[in-house]
Structures are given as C-alpha cells and as structure tokens.
C-alpha cells in the first residue's frame, strides 16, 4: 500500500519536483540566484502539434495523441529570398482585429512611399471578437501570401493577439518550399518563432503595418530586406530610454532568437519555440508589472532555457513595480545575472521607435560591453 505524501514537499517529491533549481553548466543558470540546487533530470518540452490543414475547422481544436509528431532539434539555416526593389508585400491581419480600413490604407501608402506594391489578404479587415477573422481565415491569407508566386514579403497589419490559434493550421512544409520574408513584432513573435523552428527558416522581428513608417524604422528595412545587409543593432543611448548596459560583460555569438516575453512565455511547453540552446534570446515587453516579468522569466528558465550563448533584454516599455520594492529593471537584472553568459539590458528593441528589422534564426555576436549585436552574414539570398 502506497502511504499518501505528508506534506506538500513529500508530495512534490512523489512528482520528482523537490529540487529548485536548474543545473549549472557554461552558460546555464540557477533558478534562483545563489542557490546550487539542481534536479537530477531537467525538465523536458512535450513534443509539438502536427499540422491542422487550413480548410478543416474554424476553431483550433486540441490533436489527438496519435498525431503528435516530434521534428528534429537542429535545422539547417534557410533563407528568404531577398525583396526586389519594386516588389510586392502582402499585408495581412494573423492577430488582433483592425480598428479601420484607414489602417491598411495607411500601410499600403507607407510601402509604396518606400518604391513597393501591396496586396491585401482576404480577411484583413474580418472581425470576430478581438480578433481578425476566424483562426482558419487568418491562416489561409498567411499561407496564400506564402503560395503567390507574385508575392515577395510579408508584413502583418498589427499585433495584439491571435497568431498561437493559428499555429497548427499552418503547413510549414509549403512555407519551406515558398522561403520569403516575413516580418512584424510583439504577438507575431509566435509566428517567426514557429516557423523557425519547424523550417530553418529565418523570420524578421521588424515593423507591422500600422508602425510610424519613417526614419530609421524605414532605412533599416530596406537594407536588411533589399540590399541584404547585415545589420548591427547598436547601444540605445536615447535619455528618454532605457540606456544599453552590460549585466555580464563579454562576447557571445549564435543564432539569433526572441520577441515579446509574454508570447514566449505562453508558447513555453508547446513544442513551437525552438531550442534555445547555443541562441542569443532577446526579449522585450510593454506595460507589465515586476512579478509578472518575473513569474515569465522563471517560466521559460523552467520550460528549458539554460544554455543561451548571451542574453539581451530590450524595452520593458511603461514596465512597472507593481507596488514592489523591486522595480522591473532590477528584477530583470536579477534574472539575466543568474546566467554565465554576456548579457545586456536596455537594448533598442520592442514597442518603441524606431523598429530595426532585424533576423530571426541569423548568427550574430553579441558583445555586452559595446552594448552591439552584429550580423554575422546576409539575411537574405
């Protein structure tokens, strides 16, 4: 007869849950700064969902067991074709509902300002609750951007939320065989980052339709896209920001991935973030408190963040304590320190001004005491 646990830490023990920390290796961490506690085996991530074809369902429905398919750990790079100058960028809604057709209007203006032509997905401008369109909808004007030969990049109208609904209807192998840029932030960092990890292919966290089309968030763009420039993010230096500061000092290089903390965080465990192992991972955030960031962080480092090359942490935009005595800034200082590897905090990146395209799946270095993350090569080909 098996004796019912105790307490609660014999119930945990029971689950093979005693141990807080992670294990500590080259660039690992411990989930608590200070502690060298480590479980003797490290928590794994399910295997992820298999593909739900577009035409199927209107509702993203939970597949059964027997259609759970693992894919490999290690992809070979695939990049997108470049963006011909005079080419066509389609402009679709995978997230949250438009407030206007003036949004598009907007958008179409702003690329053909830059020398583009525009198409515009079928159900850009749907409405269903906060979101634009069905979850089949929005997939099928993704995957039709993908499949029209006469269509050169992808840009998404705007953020908010949606883009995890629409992961298993996505067929990656068509997105593979169709390679061209697709670009956006913030919500869209699920959809860059999945199809990353299924495909190789390298995706852009870069501007939405409805950014401020100008400046800097305009030339980085092209060049990236068009002229197939690496770029080099340099240190944000602005007195209105968050100035760049290294947290570890020190020189990382690896593939570059990341995005939004909170779309992250709510992918961790179901098999559409890639490995983050030998990666440098940026992240950025708007308009959270200090123990959500947190309560975030430690799902990630949970979920199997452990071995990063190097760390950036952008804007953590109107971020605050949440009636702590910790503020954000330290609680994320905490959480990067409690990695070996180079780490910066205050990088140029998230919901701010300018948008710096910049590639996601690419190699590049991160040198924490310049405050840089250099390209290490095209992004395009």
């Known amino acids: 007869m098996v ?37 003797p085996i490290p928590p794994s991530p399910p295997p992820p969902l298999s593909t739900v074809p577009v035409e199927a369902a209107e509702v993203v429905a939970a597949p059964r067991g027997d259609r759970i398919e693992r894919i490999p750990s290690e992809r070979p790079v695939l990049l997108p074709n470049r963006l011909q100058a005079g080419g066509t960028i389609a402009l679709v809604s995978p997230a949250g509902v438009l407030r206007s057709r003036s949004q598009v209007d907007e958008a179409e203006d702003a690329l053909e300002d830059l020398g583009f ?22 997939a099928r004007d993704l995957m039709d951007a ?51 990890a299924r495909t190789g292919l390298v995706t ?42 290294a947290v570890r000092p020190g020189v990382a290089e690896g593939p570059v991935v990341g995005g939004n903390l909170t779309v992250m965080s709510a992918l961790a465990g179901t098999g559409f973030l890639p490995d983050f192992d030998d990666h440098i991972v940026f992240f950025e955030e708007v308009g959270e408190d200090s123990y959500r960031i947190d309560r975030m962080l430690v799902q990630l480092q949970l979920a199997g963040l452990r071995e990063p090359a190097g760390l950036a942490f952008g804007q953590c935009s109107n971020c605050g304590d949440g009636g702590s005595s910790w503020t954000a800034e330290e609680t994320i200082r905490r959480w990067l320190e409690s990695y070996s590897c180079p780490s910066v905090l205050g990088a ?34």
């Not at 992808?154 to 068509?174: H, K, S």
Request: proline fraction near 9%; charge should be neutral; aromatic fraction near 6%.
């Open 204 to 245: 852009f966290h870069g501007p939405v339709g409805v950014s401020t089309w100008r400046g800097l968030t305009r030339e980085s763009f092209v060049r990236v896209l068009v002229d197939g420039e690496p770029p080099v993010i340099g240190p944000e230096t602005r007195s209105n920001r968050d100035r760049t500061r």
């Open 117 to 138: 032509r525009t198409t515009v997905g079928r159900h850009v401008l749907d409405r269903n609750g906060f979101l634009a369109g069905s979850d089949a909808a929005r």
């Open 146 to 196: 993908f499949q029209d030969p006469d269509v050169d990049a992808i840009v998404a109208m705007r953020g908010g939320w949606g883009c995890a609904r629409i992961l298993p209807f996505l067929d990656y192998d068509e997105i593979a065989a169709n390679p061209k840029p697709l670009v956006g932030y913030s919500d869209i960092t699920a959809l860059l980052l999945a199809i990353y």
């Open 3 to 39: 004796r019912p646990p105790s307490s609660r830490r014999d119930a945990l023990r029971m689950l093979g849950l005693g141990a807080l920390g992670l294990p500590l290796a080259g660039c690992g961490a411990a989930l608590w700064p200070g502690t060298n506690e480590t479980p």
């Open 348 to 381: 140029p990146i998230g919901h701010v001004s300018p948008v710096y395209t910049m590639p996601v799946g690419l190699r590049a270095r991160l040198d924490a005491e310049a405050g840089t993350l250099e390209y290490l090569g095209s992004p395009v080909a």
